[in-house]
């Protein structure tokens, strides 16, 4: 896997979620340019880029109904009209007009109401989060396997690693293996070599979840380390905690069940 670069844009302001997305999906389309469509993408098996780019656009679809529907308990069905094109010729442009079809639903909705949400932040805000990292994730995917070198803006690194801990527990519904994450109390750290970024998960005997509150000085049972690009794409299964990229050390059990049982 060629890892990703490193963006200088390290400036301290918060994710704008919204706008990032447009800019995740304009990247992929771009990435789509003259592609093989039916290019397998190593990095989600049995997967071509048709089939990323469908779930990608259909993920934002599907998002952008909740939105619209202000929705205040978990859905009963995932079916929204894709109006996918016939022809995988016009896929980039129907991802394009996902992406304009979630602006839309974003423009029409105050992030702060009140909305289910499946994980922690029962906002609609949490929507546009989580549409970002499954958009950015993808367009990483499909840029990997055209052997293209992804560009993480490290901000938006930091954000996704935040994003993915803060929910991987409300995740079993989807990912069962999460409940395999138990404990008599282990701790692993996940710590960003090229800046700020520091977390902090405490795995019990009832369930697991980060630490906000703890010292970025306070010992773990096991710490991994990388750049937060390379740490984002190393809690989604994109790279192997074996990888150059990535130093990690003591308890190799613990992160042996993590790893085995976090990904989604």
Aim: charged content about 25%; glycine content about 6%.
């Amino acid at each position: 896997m060629n890892p990703p670069q490193h963006s200088d844009s390290d400036a301290p302001a918060p994710v704008d979620h919204r706008s990032a997305i447009a800019a995740e999906t304009a990247r992929f389309v771009a990435a789509l340019t003259h592609a093989d469509l039916t290019t397998p993408v190593p990095s989600c098996p049995g997967w071509t880029l048709a089939d990323l780019v469908k779930h990608t656009g259909s993920v934002q679809r599907w998002f952008a109904a909740l939105l619209h529907a202000r929705i205040q308990e978990p859905p009963r069905s995932r079916e929204v009209d894709l109006r996918l094109p016939d022809r995988q010729d016009g896929y980039a442009d129907w991802l394009a007009e996902s992406a304009t079809v979630a602006e839309k639903a974003f423009a029409a909705t105050d992030p702060d109401l009140p909305m289910w949400a499946w994980g922690v932040d029962q906002h609609a805000r949490f929507w546009a989060r989580r549409m970002l990292f499954e958009t950015l994730l993808h367009r990483v995917d499909a840029e990997l396997a055209l052997g293209l070198r992804p560009v993480i803006e490290r901000r938006s690194a930091v954000d996704g690693i935040d994003e993915f801990l803060v929910n991987l527990p409300f995740a079993a519904f989807f990912a069962p293996d999460v409940a395999q994450l138990r404990a008599p109390g282990g701790t692993i750290r996940f710590r960003a070599t090229d800046g700020d970024g520091d977390w902090l998960v405490r795995l019990r005997p009832d369930g697991f979840g980060l630490d906000t509150t703890a010292s970025a000085a306070e010992p773990a049972d096991a710490t991994v380390r990388a750049t937060a690009a390379d740490l984002l794409l190393l809690v989604y299964g994109r790279l192997r905690l074996g990888e150059e990229a990535v130093t990690h050390d003591g308890d190799e059990d613990l992160l042996t069940l993590w790893f085995a049982n976090s990904a989604f």
